[in-house]
């Protein structure tokens, strides 16, 4: 009996110790890296989707064994088109707009910063939800647009960005990960109109990142 029972505490302590030992604490250190993917661009009115590559770098801290701060400089391609029809009613109470329509396609160099909270799946792989806000450079701007609309709009703006992905520890310098993002509410384009307010045309942009980090510190 008491060698069973010895066997056993041995047995527990040393699989206990091999997954804490298993388990690596980023807290406190520094990681570069690279990131690569798809650029996923919702084309309002007209339903479509336009398909691109895009890719940037990466610099991000842990303040804690869940909590990291990052930010990073990435390049993609935005854009948007839409239609809206002449609504006119013809009567004497005539609150309707005139025909439009507009196709812009651009590109950003777009600088987010984004507070992330990573939670174990399984020993070193880990899933994150991040918020966070992009500052975004127009590096091309063309537009298509009828007569009867503006093509003045800012070529710098400010945007919201939130995602959900993976984060897997190879060791405690290299990790790879996998996100899928969200860009919103930046880089006004135009508007709709309503009977009493206006909405308003924004580029809405989905990213799909593959990356890998390093920590380079001893």
Request: net charge positive.
């Amino acid at each position: 009996m008491k060698k069973t029972f010895l066997l056993f505490s041995v047995l527990f302590f040393t699989n206990a110790f091999a997954q804490k030992a298993d388990f690596i604490n980023p807290k406190g250190k520094w990681y570069l890296g690279a990131e690569a993917g798809l650029n996923i661009i919702n084309e309002y009115a007209v339903d479509q989707k336009d398909v691109s590559l895009q890719g940037g770098v990466l610099a991000e801290y842990y303040i804690g064994k869940q909590w990291s701060l990052s930010a990073r400089l990435k390049y993609f391609k935005t854009g948007l088109a839409f239609y809206r029809p002449d609504t006119h009613s013809g009567s004497w109470l005539d609150l309707g707009s005139d025909e439009s329509f507009g196709t812009f396609r651009g590109a950003v160099i777009s600088m987010p910063v984004d507070i992330k909270w990573e939670f174990r799946l399984y020993k070193n792989l880990r899933a994150n939800l991040k918020l966070g806000v992009a500052y975004n450079i127009e590096t091309k701007s063309e537009y298509n647009y009828s007569e009867n609309l503006s093509t003045e709009y800012a070529k710098q703006f400010a945007s919201l960005n939130s995602g959900i992905g993976l984060n897997y520890f190879v060791d405690e310098k290299l990790a790879i990960y996998a996100d899928y993002e969200y860009y919103l509410l930046g880089g006004y384009k135009g508007s709709t109109h309503f009977i009493i307010l206006n909405g308003g045309y924004y580029p809405q942009n989905a990213l799909l990142n593959f990356g890998v980090k390093y920590n380079f510190k001893k």
